[in-house]
């Protein structure tokens, strides 16, 4: 496949996304199926009894609509190299993918959630699974088992994909050493979570940041043989926006549609996770005025009238508007970080838009 | 480093093993404690919080024994390169320590196994570690994730201690191949196992022998620069080697001494592992001769005396003795590939003693 990424970013499409992420979108998505052919085909072979597993990794993979990675890795490619080909890094597009689901996955378990990207999450999937195949023992444990097995798989296969891109010829060892930091980064980062840290922004930048701005940057830099002055570019675009990349996670996990998030109304407020939202509410209103959104922070059986008045709180005492301020400046600090940067201008106008779009998603 | 390795295996230890096999060992644990010690100063300045993660890998890591696998890598290496350094490929020896950490650690959890290397799971021991810092959460379920993330942390820094091998220079792309499709095989060996599929021989080849005799073996003859000769020959001699190793595996899962194993008496009964003996047992003995073993099978609460008696069963219906038979001619064929087989006469002879020690070990 040659690459057919228009030089300058301009075209957008009727839903509101650049005409480029959609065509990087559909490249990765069809490298995925062809991998996930592949892996079935050997898994046929090799291991026809473990099915399952492979099964709920493809359904998550596959799911999965923005590929905002690629996307990411895509332009930080042809952000240090004018020659720069899609075909050459498609495949480590698609181990970001597989990488993702390998988190989300693991996570989701540990989270208790039990809804991704508008479907049942692994474990849960696993267990109808187990329930439509009349599989003796339909235990919770079971199906919990085969998820870590899926995630286990998605690991595995992950470092597979990034092996069969075509550009790891040039700096294969610095290249896995990237992709295997970001792992490691992503699992301190969730343990932090667990356990409870009160370091949130140091936590966040581990467990998202990395792996969805930083570790894609890099890898796409790396793939494109980058300069060090070119990789040290795109670590001062990268290290703002994995930040603006988090705190529009966190309003659309309060804020967010149900319907283009996949995920439940006032999710984040249920579960009781420290977003950007409650740390700035902590530290600027008066205890007496929290009140209605500590409340219904962390109960899972908080009524939809609760959520409701908790989300108007954060509005009202102009919580919410200030940690959109924050996200602005942060989207404006990226762009700024290209202005003379020693970058190819076709790759800037691509990393400009993708900044743009970190911080106006809307799932 | 220098290798000190003897050219002809012969000097025995006290304890039964081999001399060169105690040198690897030696070398193993000291490139592992510095891995750790490197991970030690990088968490600290990383994610000090996440540390209980990282003591468990460590905790369960350094708690190995015998590095068997190293072992398999060294001989190996020795026997497709007549100049083989033991430094070379040590750090990719210290990688299969870790991979082996990563795989337990989640396998102990799935199968409810509480101890492990004569000390707690990792599962266990982190909720000791809970309790021990008094955190607010000392729920099974987070110390349940925080296991798992354990095992996650040991994957991503077993393919960082492998990208360290000074002999992967050579054909890094291919050890890497072989590296992860060994991940992949444990997963679905595992998967298989967890599905109670009833293709127990591929799947005790997927579970253990991959990562056990196959797998390491691969590793030290692509960091060796084997011929594709000498691949073939390592094949012939690995595939009723792991077999092996996985028939001995059950004898000592049933009939060995808790104090050598690190695991409970008869631990493969109480759990209804589908053992070379169970199989055997069932191919062989009239259903009712079977009685005082299938009446354990499977049962935790089983007692020392009717555990007494399953053994005792195995014992007289000669199921016992004829898969200690089946064991010796997977051993003898091992060896028997060796013959006329491409290799440095020095490795073979380290190949002749851990087939030896594989269809022989206490442990």
Redesign the interface.
């Known amino acids: 496949m040659r690459s057919r990424l228009p030089q300058r970013a301009s075209a957008w499409q009727k839903d509101g996304s650049m005409q480029w992420i959609a065509e990087v979108r559909q490249a990765v998505d069809g490298r995925l199926e062809k991998a996930f052919a592949a892996r079935r085909a050997e898994?046929e072979a090799?291991?026809p009894?473990?099915a399952?597993?492979l099964d709920a990794l493809e359904a998550l993979t596959m799911r999965g609509g923005k590929r905002l990675r690629p996307a990411v890795l895509v332009a930080a490619q042809r952000a240090v190299d004018p020659h720069a080909e899609v075909a050459d890094v498609i495949a480590a597009c698609a181990a970001l993918e597989v990488l993702q689901s390998y988190l989300l996955i693991?996570d989701d378990?540990?989270d208790g959630d039990r809804e991704r990207r508008g479907g049942p999450a692994a474990h849960v999937l696993l267990q109808s699974a187990l329930r439509t195949m009349d599989?003796?023992?339909a235990s919770q444990h079971?199906a919990d088992?085969?998820a870590?097995?899926a995630?286990?798989?998605g690991?595995?296969?992950a470092?597979?994909l990034l092996?069969e891109s075509a550009a790891?010829a040039k700096r294969?060892?610095e290249t896995?050493?990237a992709f295997?930091?970001v792992?490691?980064?992503v699992?301190?980062?969730?343990?932090?979570d667990?356990?409870?840290?009160r370091?949130v922004s140091?936590?966040q930048r581990?467990k998202t940041g990395s792996y969805t701005v930083e570790g894609p940057l890099e890898l796409g830099a790396l793939l494109g043989n980058a300069t060090d002055g070119q990789l040290a570019a795109l670590r001062r675009y990268g290290k703002p926006l994995g930040e603006a990349f988090q705190i529009r996670d966190d309003l659309l996990g309060t804020f967010g549609d149900p319907a283009t998030t996949g995920k439940p109304a006032g999710n984040d407020l249920r579960t009781g996770k420290r977003t950007s939202l409650v740390v700035e509410l902590e530290a600027s209103a008066p205890s007496a005025e929290r009140e209605a959104v500590e409340r219904v922070l962390g109960d899972r059986g908080a009524t939809d009238g609760e959520l409701r008045r908790a989300m108007e709180g954060l509005v009202e005492l102009g919580v919410k508007r200030r940690v959109e301020a924050r996200l602005a400046t942060l989207v404006a600090e990226a762009c700024h970080a290209l202005d003379g940067a020693p970058l190819v201008l076709a790759g800037t106008a691509l990393l400009r838009d993708l900044a743009h779009l970190i911080g106006s998603r809307e799932s």
Do not use: F, K, N
């Open positions: 898994l090799l291991a009894d473990a399952p597993v693991h378990w540990m599989h003796p023992d079971l088992s085969l870590i097995l995630g286990d798989l690991a595995a296969l470092t597979e092996l790891l294969g060892h896995l050493a295997v930091r792992q490691r980064d699992v301190y980062g969730q343990a932090m667990m356990l409870g840290s370091d140091r936590m581990l």
